[in-house]
């Protein structure tokens, strides 16, 4: 019986994955996010099924239905502030794992890198969509805004946007698409995860020198298991308190008003977590050069595993690149303050410097790096 379990693939597989896994000695409680990003998506897998029981995708009945199963359904309340605070702090953790690996500049295992962009894609696909189901005033107008975007594409725009819809606005149909697309998409997620994990686990986890050594390398289980056992502790201490005491803290509340297509808000904003993105949309006059833009902040992402980077590679070991590191950060989030804010001055100036300063810390990072490599700087 034993050797038939040694045997069994899945075993194998949980095995090499979770408990034999060379794993660097050096990492830190920094590497725990990959492993929270798992635990994220698993939990608004779980809590989205046990939402659609409930939700009714008709733009008649949808927002009525959100209510009833805040009010009516046992403890529907708590599944639906789980899954709605759940995807916040995904995206923290998605944008804490991506600017970790920046620091520590290890991106260079390619297919992996490139896949784990994709993921961000995707996530950011099913969370607009997921955004629209309330049928909210601002998800209403969120979907309006982001929808018509595509319409900038040259000669078959307006026809895709048209079919997006199901007709020549946003109606049943539209949410009917995007109730099917949000209850899809994240089992696709699940398959690109799955294959991120592949890739990564082909080479190896990186460490805080920024070197892929096989060196000084241990089993994962106990040692790791341990360090993202505290993770989770945290990440749901975090993620309960928050849905226990103020759930509606990164809510919208225009988004507490049924859909009203004949009233539209003072100012239309999306979630937090892509307002940086959405300040870049805005900063160019432009509508396809604001789409290109959009897209371009994340898909910038896949040029960094091409860098040609000499000696060490964490920033580590590089003052100079430790600076403009933070200096992007800051950038980020300054980003994300301005897409808060409404399309007026200074806001708009503001938005497209930091639009440049974002854009160029992928050209002045790996030029630096190779700049000291040289013992030019």
């Known amino acids: 019986m034993k050797n038939i379990f040694n045997n069994n693939t899945i075993y194998m597989i949980i095995k090499s994955s979770l408990i034999s896994l060379p794993t660097p000695i050096n990492i830190s409680l920094w590497w725990n996010f990959g ?7 698993m939990l608004q897998i779980l809590t989205g099924v046990f939402l659609s029981f409930h939700y009714s995708p ?5 927002f009525n239905s959100i209510i009833h199963m805040n009010h009516d359904v046992n403890y529907g309340w708590l599944i639906h502030y789980l899954h709605m605070n759940g995807a916040s702090m995904f995206f923290f953790c998605i944008y804490y794992h991506v600017g970790r690996n920046i620091y520590y500049s290890t991106y260079f295992n390619k297919l992996a890198w490139v896949s784990g962009t994709l993921i961000i894609l995707m996530l950011m696909g099913t969370a607009f969509i997921g955004y629209v189901l309330p049928w909210g005033q601002m998800s209403y107008w969120g979907a309006t805004v982001i929808t ?6 040259p000669y078959m725009g307006t026809t895709i946007v048209q079919w997006i819809w199901g007709g020549f606005s946003i109606n049943n149909a539209t949410l009917n698409r995007f109730y099917s697309f949000h209850f899809i998409l994240p089992f696709i997620l699940l398959l690109l995860v799955i294959i991120h994990l592949m890739y990564l686990h082909e080479v190896g986890s990186s460490n805080p020198m920024g070197v892929n050594s096989n060196l000084f390398k241990i089993p994962f289980h106990n040692f790791f298991t341990i360090k993202d056992i505290v993770g989770f502790n945290t990440f749901f201490l975090i993620l309960i308190t928050l849905t226990l005491t103020n759930p509606l803290l ?4 225009e988004n507490f008003n049924q859909a009203n297509p004949l009233i539209t808000p003072i100012h239309i904003q999306p979630e937090w977590y892509f ?9 160019i006059p432009n509508k396809l050069g604001g789409v290109i833009a959009l897209m371009m902040s994340i ?10 980077l000499n000696k060490m590679q964490s920033n580590k070991f590089y003052f100079i690149n430790k600076n403009m590191f ?3 950060i800051n950038t980020f989030l300054l980003l994300t303050w301005i897409g808060m804010n409404p ?14 300063l974002y854009f160029m810390y992928f050209i002045l990072n790996p030029l630096m790096h190779n700049l000291i490599d040289k013992k030019i700087l």
């Open 148 to 153: 018509n975007l595509v319409s900038a594409i």
């Open 343 to 356: 399309v007026e001055t200074p806001f708009i100036i503001i938005g497209q410097l930091l639009t440049v």
């Open 299 to 308: 898909l910038i992402l896949i040029i960094m595993p091409f860098y040609n």
């Open 58 to 62: 008709s733009i008649s009945s949808a």
């Open 326 to 328: 933070w200096m992007f």
């Open 35 to 41: 492993s929270l990003l798992g635990i994220s998506l």
């Open 250 to 253: 990164l809510s919208d509340p």
């Open 275 to 283: 307002l940086f993105a959405y300040a870049i949309l805005r900063s």
